[in-house]
């Protein structure tokens, strides 16, 4: 199935299977009655100390594609923003009765603490601490950035101590600094991104690669001041 469109917030993947439940209706026996349980479709909940769900809180990040998800316990229970998660295991849990599972790992061996969403395709998210720059270090990333592949450029500055891209149109908003020469970047009705910079040697910074669900690796090379 192709799914054709030129919105960034077109979400193909959702609007794929909905296609599919519609013309794959017919193939497939029905369901169990409303109010049933089909076995091995998703354990019942189970209940889990707070010393427990105190393992998982923190913002996880895709490091490919800038989308990030924040977690946090409150009043006894693991929530994904404002919405509660359901325990399925110690490490586990769903998000109401969506076909949706979270899986926890804990840090290893130097690797940080992971998150698999498992929905159509396994996504990794990594837990990662807040990173603090100041004004100083985020005007090492200002300056103008083209992109010869989308025939734009973008500009960056520091602004209200963020560090902010504008295009030649609209604004992007504030670059959040997740690792280092690393950043994420949600722009307003648009699909997150995620910004690495480049450095060559005494040249200092030289481009950023630019990543989203959707592309990899679209360069862009600074311009000289």
């Given at each position: 199935?192709?799914?054709?469109?030129?919105?960034?917030?077109?979400?193909?993947?959702?609007?794929?299977?909905?296609?599919?439940?519609?013309?794959?209706?017919?193939?497939?026996p029905e369901g169990p009655e409303r109010g049933t349980k089909r076995a091995g479709v998703k354990p019942n909940p189970v209940e889990l100390s707070?010393?427990?769900?105190?393992?998982?809180?923190?913002?996880?990040?895709?490091?490919?594609?800038?989308?990030s998800w924040e977690f946090s316990v409150k009043d006894g229970k693991l929530r994904i923003g404002r919405k509660e998660l359901t325990p399925l295991a110690a490490d586990r849990f769903g998000i109401g009765d969506l076909p949706i599972e979270?899986?926890?790992?804990?840090?290893?061996d130097g690797a940080p603490r992971k998150l698999t969403w498992v929905d159509v395709e396994p996504e990794v998210f990594e837990a990662v601490p807040e990173l603090d720059l100041t004004k100083a270090q985020f005007e090492e990333y200002a300056g103008t950035y083209r992109s010869d592949e989308l025939d734009t450029a973008y500009t960056l500055s520091v602004r209200d101590g963020e560090l902010v891209?504008?295009?030649?149109?609209?604004?992007?908003?504030?670059?959040?600094p997740v690792?280092?020469?690393?950043?994420?970047?949600?722009?307003?009705?648009m699909p997150s991104a995620f910004i690495r910079?480049?450095?060559?040697?005494?040249?200092?910074?030289?481009?950023?690669?630019?990543?989203t669900s959707g592309c990899?690796?679209?360069?862009?090379?600074?311009?000289?001041?």
């Open positions: 199935m192709i799914i054709l469109g030129k919105l960034d917030t077109l979400q193909p993947s959702s609007l794929a299977r909905q296609v599919a439940d519609v013309c794959l209706a017919k193939e497939f707070e010393r427990e769900l105190a393992a998982w809180p923190g913002t996880y990040w895709n490091l490919d594609t800038g989308a979270l899986v926890f790992s804990l840090a290893k891209a504008r295009g030649w149109r609209d604004d992007y908003g504030s670059l959040r690792v280092a020469d690393g950043f994420g970047l949600s722009p307003p009705s910079f480049t450095r060559g040697g005494q040249k200092g910074l030289t481009g950023f690669t630019l990543n990899k690796d679209i360069r862009f090379v600074k311009r000289a001041e």
